[in-house]
């Protein structure tokens, strides 16, 4: 059996980090992901989907990704069972993260105060996105063209 989800969306606020009482950090958040096609009044439609993340994934998460934050996760499908005191009993579903990517470029999603070896070995910090111009040819290049 295969459960396995993989998400691009942002952030609908910032990320709530929190300690279970084994010291075990957990940070929760909700991303807004965009569905396919329009809705019966020609609108986008979005959904809100909470995601959760443990240990360094989960500090990671608290330090780095902020309201907004353009991020890709991969994980799975889970679904919570809460029993509220008053005898009711309610179930969510939620992704649990096991990577996620930085999907902005660095001007619009890391802190700025952030290094960019901060972010090293923790998915990709794209850059901002910059023009490129093909190089151009020099003399000695020219006899290598084949035409």
């Given at each position: ?111 700025a105060n952030a290094e ?32």
């Open positions: 059996m295969i459960n396995s989800v993989v998400l691009t969306g942002r952030l609908t606020r910032d990320p709530e980090l929190r300690y279970t009482p084994n010291s075990n950090p957990v940070t929760r958040f909700t991303i807004a992901v965009d569905r396919r096609g329009k809705g019966p009044n020609g609108e986008k439609q979005t959904d809100f989907i909470r995601c959760s993340c443990w240990n360094k994934t989960a500090e990671l998460a608290a330090n780095y990704l902020h309201k907004g934050s353009l991020i890709g996760v991969e994980g799975s499908l889970r679904v919570n069972v809460v029993n509220n005191p008053d005898g009711t009993r309610r179930e969510y579903v939620e992704v649990l993260i096991n990577n996620f990517t930085f999907l902005d470029s660095r001007r619009e999603g890391a802190p960019e070896n901060d972010f090293a070995g923790f998915g990709e910090v794209l850059p901002a996105a910059t023009p490129t111009r093909p190089r151009a040819l020099r003399e000695e290049e020219d006899d290598d063209i084949p035409f």
